[in-house]
């Protein structure tokens, strides 16, 4: 089993920038990636930004290219999502996510085995 806490979430302007934060616990050795999803109300949860925990390689969402980076802190087994340039449409609950093992796309929700409890983002315009 891997826990993953998410934190940083909040209320920021357009145009500001918040950096999220997601510290995985457990079983973590299997641990083949780690990504953030987001879901704003009344849609699907949607892929924002993954990473390789073997490669480094990253994967982001067209919506988000250029804005948000994702990086990693191997030591802490942590994530970090660091939002630019927010835009109102970023407001959506944001969740960290862990794949075990190296099958699956990292874009691909299904591809994840455990989930954050989320964290609220509101840009307001």
């Known amino acids: 089993q891997v826990v993953l806490v998410e934190s940083g979430g909040g209320l920021v302007q357009a145009g500001g920038s918040l950096r999220l934060s997601c510290a995985a616990s457990?079983?973590?050795?299997?641990?083949?990636?780690l990504g953030w999803f987001r879901q704003a109300p009344g849609k699907e949860r949607e892929f924002v930004a993954g990473?390789?925990?073997?490669?480094?390689?990253?994967y982001y969402a067209d919506s988000v290219k250029g804005r948000f980076t994702i990086s990693r802190d191997n030591a802490k087994i942590a994530v970090y999502l660091q939002m630019n340039t927010l835009k109102p449409e970023d407001t959506a609950v944001y969740y960290c996510?862990?794949?075990?093992?190296?099958?699956?796309?990292?874009?691909?929700?299904?591809?994840?085995?455990?989930w954050g409890q989320g964290t609220q983002v509101t840009v307001s315009s």
């Open positions: 996510a862990a794949r075990r093992g190296y099958l699956g796309a990292i874009t691909l929700r299904t591809s994840y085995d455990y």
């Open positions: 457990g079983r973590t050795a299997s641990t083949g990636a």
């Open positions: 990473i390789s925990w073997t490669t480094d390689i990253t």
